[in-house]
Every structure is written in structure tokens, then in C-alpha cells.
DNA sequence: TGAAATGTTGGGGCG
DNA sequence: ACGCCCCAACATTTC
């Protein structure tokens, strides 16, 4: 009888298109393995991403046991478990999918050599990016640093391979270890429970995602193209947590926009396919970005912007935090986020742009806010998406181009539905004035039930006066004086009128 | 994957 | 009828 085989599960919680399972089962009976560490050095899941976990866990536990083969649990540091576990079960080898973040790969890299020095085979897969991230480099032989050409880059390279159908039999090892209760981990939230309502806008597991991508296929992709910016119209895939846990795959997903682009010819314009392919090619070099420069979530890109002076603002930012800003856009954002774990794209740079650029608060502690608070907080996505909008970044939106809320909201929110389903306090206010209720008649607002600075904050800065400051602060990285604002050399403005 | 300021143009009111 | 001015509307430049 062949020595059993560990599948051991990280951000990949699927049966289907997944390298290291497939190797794994034809190894040996299996050993289905996932290893919750939260020892020093790891950076902990924040509270949104453990919901999700304990859910997807939930999941793959039942699609595994279907096939009769049990879920261990286990916790701690994941060299020595993993050690302990395959003592414990004989195993002669490991098969596990890559991850690409900086602490993952010395940990992998440590694992592997030790499972060698005890004679254990140790097979790492791909299972979580289109292209590896070593393989896509300039004629230079350099990492790209700009999205562009490195969508093009990636459009030059061989189709990546078509994804595996799960297996459809697995035999389990006859030795099981011993198993925590997922239960026991405590992952969900109790008192209070603020995740008490994510249940009803997402099913985690790998069922929940291929009905997402399935639904979003014969529904919205036509229409992305157009639409996706819409806040209020929910025209995006929404598959981003589950393409963060690995319930499914890029390589999925890509092969499914495109046959599903053919086969519905002109209901899918080509423009639409290859909108939506062009964000997870986002996605993609995020990850790949992290890869090629592993301090990305704790530092600025652009080291010019080590010395920007950022404010320490926690009367601005626990504002911020809890969608009270003023701002009806930036604050819908807020609450969306508070109670789905979830932001739309748009409105994610909204908020973001907010913080950083009107507020003058550090990326990172918005990156933080997000990593708690997102069920979809990945730390290659969430970090090359901060330094995206704070300008420190790799083909980052420059500093000067500063999001105005009211515009945003006017535009992307034209009717205001999205703010008035997250800020229910400002549902009676009309449109005309439903994103700058400042500038509306108090007459008006206390028809429509507000008191501002009583219902809903009055504005936390004045618009144009943070864009002044915040152009301002930019001139410190411009012309390279430490720490000190310089002296605007264009001539000075009029103050806006915009709030008199 | 902007916004605001500045520049240009052309139609219409009016002396 | 003509030129002047005003000012949307659009284009360009700057931050």
C-alpha cells in the first residue's frame, strides 16, 4: 500500500483546478491538512478575513467529506505541525499550492528543506496566478513597474493552461490524525456580532463562487464594460474574496470570460471580456509587484514618499473609519464596507483618495482599516492598491490628481441609490443636493428629517481648502526639502466659495 | 481608473 | 447691417 500523500490547504480551499490536490491524490491516500498559524512574525487575519475562513473552512470540510475524505484542523506554527503531522500519519509526501507573499516563501522554502533532511518529498504548485511571476519581465530583463506594458506583455504569452476538473475520486489515508474542532478556533465574531449580517451577501466556499462567476457570466459581463463603475447598479463580479481564499481560480475564471465571450458573439461585445480580463490582470500584477519588491505593504515604492509627512489625525480617521466624514460617497463607502466586509472598486478610490489625499492620513493606516475589515483583505492587493491612490506606488494615480467626492458621487452615483440604501439617515434628500447636503437650505434638510451635525455630520474639511493643503504637502516631495512644506512658488489662489 | 484653471470659439443680444 | 460684448460650450493646460 502506498505511503500516504498531505494535501496541504493554504489560499487555495477548492477541489477544482487545484495542482496540488491532484498531485497529492495521485501520490497516495490522502491526508487533507489546513494549519491555522497565528504565531509572531505571521501577519494575523484581520476580523473580516477570519468570518470568512471559518465559513470556506465550513465549506471545503463538507465538499471534501463528500468524497469521504476528512478535514484536519490543526494550529500553530505551520513547520512544526506540518512535522508533527506527517510523523504522525507516515506521509512520504507534501503537496501544497504557492504563495507568493514575502513571509510565505521563506516559510515554504524553510519547510521544504527540512521535510528533504527527513526524506519528504515536498511539491509546491500553481494554482493562484495566471503566469508566474518570474517569468514576465521587460526586453531589459527587468520587472515591469507599469501596468500597460505588462498587459501587453502578458497578452504575448502562451494561454495559461486550461484548468483541472476536481478529482473526481479520493481515497483517504487509513491513519487520519487528530483534528481541532473549527468550532473551537473561535473564528467568527460573538459579542458583538458585526458579521451578522455578511450571510446574506455571500456564500463562501467553492460552490458560492462558481454560482458568482456562473451568475455574473450570463448576466453582467455584457454590460461590464459600461457599468462596472456604477456603485449603485452591482454590475461587478464580486468574486474577489473568493479569489482571495483560493475557492476559485484565475486560470478558472479566465477560460470561462473568454469561451463565454465567443460563445454569446455579439451579446458579450469583445470590449466587455476584455475589460473584466484586464482587472484581473490587476490583480495579477499586484501579486506579481509583491513578488519583485517584498517590503511593498510597509513601504512607500517611491522612496521620495518615506518622507512625506503624513498627519496623525484619530479624530479625521476613526471618522473615516465609521462612514462619518461628511461626505455622502466616502461615507456610503464606509458603511457598505462595514456591514459586507465589501466595497465597490469605485468607491474603494473614493474613500481611499479621501483619507490620503483630504485627510493627509497615512495609506498605511487606511491599509490596515481595510486588511480588519475587507473578507476580500489580500496583502499584495491591499497594499498595491493604497500606494495606487496615495501616488507612492508602481504606476500610481499621481498625488496631484485628487478625487473631488462631490463629482465622484454626482457621477458615478447619478441617482443616488447606493448612498441612500448606506446612509439611510439621508434617504428623503433629493438628488440635487444629496451629495453636498451642506450646500442644501436647512429648511429643505429638516423636511427631509436631517439636522446637519445631528443626523449626519457636517463635511470634516472644507473640499477645496484639503486640496490646497494636500497640493501643498506634495511640494515637499517635489522639490526634496525633509520634512518641511516649501513655499508654493505659483502664485497664490482665491479661496474656494465653494461652501459660503 | 481627475479636477480646476485657463484659453478659444461661436451664436445671439444689443447699441 | 455691423461690430462689440457676453458667456456657454468645448478644448487645453496645469496641478
Given at each position: 500500500m502506498p505511503a500516504p500523500a498531505i494535501?496541504?490547504?493554504?489560499?487555495?480551499?477548492?477541489?477544482?483546478?487545484?495542482p496540488a490536490l491532484a498531485a497529492a491524490a495521485e501520490a497516495g491516500p490522502l491526508v487533507a491538512l489546513y494549519i491555522l498559524d497565528e504565531t509572531r512574525g505571521v501577519r494575523p487575519w484581520g476580523g473580516a478575513s477570519r468570518w470568512w475562513l471559518a465559513e470556506s473552512l465550513a465549506a471545503l470540510e463538507k465538499e471534501l467529506r463528500r468524497k469521504a475524505v476528512p478535514l484536519i484542523l490543526r494550529r500553530g506554527p505551520a513547520a512544526r505541525v506540518l512535522g508533527e503531522v506527517v510523523a504522525e500519519t507516515r506521509a512520504k509526501s507534501v503537496h501544497w499550492n504557492r504563495n507568493y507573499e514575502p513571509y510565505a516563501i521563506r516559510r515554504d522554502k524553510a519547510i521544504k528543506a527540512e521535510l528533504a533532511k527527513r526524506g519528504i518529498e515536498a511539491t509546491s504548485h500553481n494554482?493562484?496566478?495566471?503566469?508566474?511571476?518570474?517569468t514576465v519581465k521587460t526586453q531589459a530583463g527587468e520587472p515591469f513597474k507599469v501596468f500597460t506594458p505588462f498587459w501587453r506583455a502578458l497578452q504575448g504569452?502562451?494561454?495559461?493552461p486550461r484548468p483541472l476538473p476536481a478529482p473526481r475520486k479520493l481515497e483517504k489515508a487509513y491513519r487520519q490524525p487528530r483534528s481541532d474542532r473549527?468550532?473551537?478556533?473561535?473564528l467568527k465574531p460573538v459579542k458583538?456580532?458585526?458579521?451578522?449580517?455578511?450571510g446574506n451577501f455571500w456564500q463562501p466556499g467553492e460552490a458560492g463562487a462558481r454560482q458568482r462567476l456562473e451568475e455574473f457570466l450570463a448576466g453582467h459581463l455584457a454590460l461590464y464594460h459600461e457599468?462596472?463603475?456604477?456603485?449603485?447598479?452591482?454590475?461587478?463580479?464580486?468574486l474577489s474574496p473568493h479569489l482571495h481564499w483560493g475557492e476559485i481560480g484565475p486560470r478558472q475564471i479566465w477560460h470561462a470570460v473568454k469561451a463565454q465571450a465567443i460563445a454569446s458573439g455579439d451579446l458579450v461585445p469583445p470590449r466587455a471580456a476584455e475589460s473584466f480580463l484586464r482587472e484581473l490582470a490587476w490583480r495579477e500584477f499586484s501579486h506579481y509587484l509583491l513578488f519583485h519588491w517584498p517590503r511593498l505593504p510597509s513601504e512607500?515604492?517611491?522612496?521620495?514618499?518615506?518622507?512625506f509627512l503624513w498627519r496623525n489625525d484619530k479624530a479625521g480617521f476613526a471618522a473615516w473609519q465609521r462612514g462619518r466624514t461628511g461626505y455622502p460617497i466616502v461615507d456610503a463607502g464606509l458603511r457598505e464596507l462595514w456591514d459586507t466586509g465589501w466595497m465597490h472598486n469605485r468607491v474603494r478610490m473614493i474613500a481611499a483618495s479621501f483619507l490620503v489625499k483630504?485627510?493627509?492620513?497615512?495609506w498605511q493606516e487606511g491599509e490596515a482599516w481595510f486588511w480588519d475589515t475587507?473578507?476580500?483583505?489580500d496583502l499584495a492587493q491591499n497594499a498595491a492598491s493604497w500606494q495606487w491612490v496615495a501616488g507612492s506606488?508602481?504606476?500610481?494615480?499621481?498625488?496631484?490628481?485628487?478625487?473631488n467626492p462631490v463629482l465622484q458621487g454626482e457621477k458615478f452615483d447619478p441617482q443616488g441609490a447606493y448612498v441612500r440604501r448606506w446612509l439611510p439617515e439621508l434617504a428623503q434628500v433629493p438628488i440635487e443636493f444629496l451629495?453636498?447636503?451642506?450646500?442644501?437650505p436647512p429648511t429643505l434638510l429638516a423636511a427631509a428629517g436631517v439636522v446637519l451635525g445631528r443626523d449626519y455630520p457636517e463635511p470634516v474639511v472644507d473640499h477645496a481648502l484639503a486640496r490646497e493643503r494636500a497640493l501643498a504637502a506634495f511640494e515637499t516631495l517635489r522639490q526634496g526639502v525633509a520634512g518641511r512644506p516649501v513655499r508654493r512658488t505659483s502664485r497664490a489662489r482665491e479661496p474656494s466659495k465653494a461652501r459660503q
Open positions: 494535501i496541504w490547504f493554504r489560499q487555495d480551499l477548492r477541489l477544482e483546478d487545484n494554482a493562484a496566478l495566471l503566469f508566474e511571476p518570474w504569452l502562451p494561454e495559461p473549527l468550532a473551537d478556533w473561535a458583538p456580532d458585526w458579521a451578522a449580517g455578511f457599468m462596472r463603475d456604477r456603485p449603485d447598479l452591482s454590475a461587478t463580479a464580486r512607500p515604492w517611491k522612496p521620495e514618499f518615506g518622507r483630504h485627510l493627509l492620513i497615512a475587507l473578507v476580500d483583505a506606488g508602481a504606476d500610481a494615480s499621481p498625488f496631484f490628481r485628487i478625487f451629495h453636498k447636503p451642506w450646500t442644501a
